[in-house]
T-cell receptor, first 113, second 113 residues
């Protein structure tokens, strides 16, 4: 199974962009990169996902390198409510264990005033 | 829509006792999953189901059984609880579409003493 590697913790000033890196060097061509976050051990909350192209939604942007071995989640204007554990996840195709999500250990992001 | 609902939210069991965790989703999703999360770690897949009446093992299935008698419900059973099963359990559901979002419940915190 593809594995993701993230820094264990990061700090960010409120109002600034938070850039969270992730390495997934063993990802296969048909596996997606997903990002979820978890606040206070609640259920993981979906943020964004991508396969090859960069993606943007109302919450964040996802930048995937051309070789797909790494990606960066960008929160453009971090707020205190963005303090959470952020998981970079590889999702396998559905014919492989039902499209399971492979979680790493996550990055604990602290947004400070 | 309630999304994915888990019951109970908290439970304390004695070693050797049995219990069933219930997951219900109202999004008509075919695929459902049970994960466990141990302290400081990401989620790991226990069992999953690709449709009513079908279940399959995930990464850490030992000590657990599951059933999917109705499309909207996915039950996780512990026949003889052990302290090693102390964890937070999350249920998720998804459409079987590559790139689909997986929706998570709020978790069940189980302590086995």
């Amino acid at each position: 199974d593809a594995k993701t590697t993230q820094p264990p913790s990061m700090d960010c000033a409120e109002g600034r962009a938070a850039n969270l890196p992730c390495n997934h060097s063993t990802i296969s061509g048909n596996e997606y990169v997903y990002w979820y976050r978890q606040i206070h051990s609640q259920g993981p909350q979906y943020i964004i996902h991508g396969l090859k192209n960069n993606e943007t939604n109302e919450m964040a942007s996802l930048i995937i390198t051309e070789d797909r071995k790494s990606s960066t989640l960008i929160l453009p204007h971090a707020t205190l409510r963005d303090t959470a554990v952020y998981y970079c996840i590889v999702r396998v195709p559905f014919y492989n264990q039902g499209g399971k999500l492979i979680f790493g250990q996550g990055t604990e992001l602290s947004v400070k005033p | 829509n309630a999304g994915v609902t888990q019951t109970p939210k908290f439970r304390v069991l004695k070693t050797g006792q049995s219990m069933t965790l219930l997951c219900a989703q109202d999004m008509n999703h075919e695929y459902m999953y049970w994960y466990r999360q141990d302290p400081g770690m990401g989620l790991r897949l226990i069992h999953y189901s690709v449709g009513e009446g079908t279940t399959a093992k995930g990464e850490v299935p030992d000590g657990y059984n599951v059933s999917r008698l109705k499309k909207q419900n996915f039950l996780l059973g512990l026949e003889s609880a052990a302290p090693s099963q102390t964890s937070v359990y999350f249920c998720a559901s998804s459409l079987p579409v590559e790139g689909a979002e997986a929706f998570f419940g709020q978790g069940t915190r189980l302590t086995v003493v």
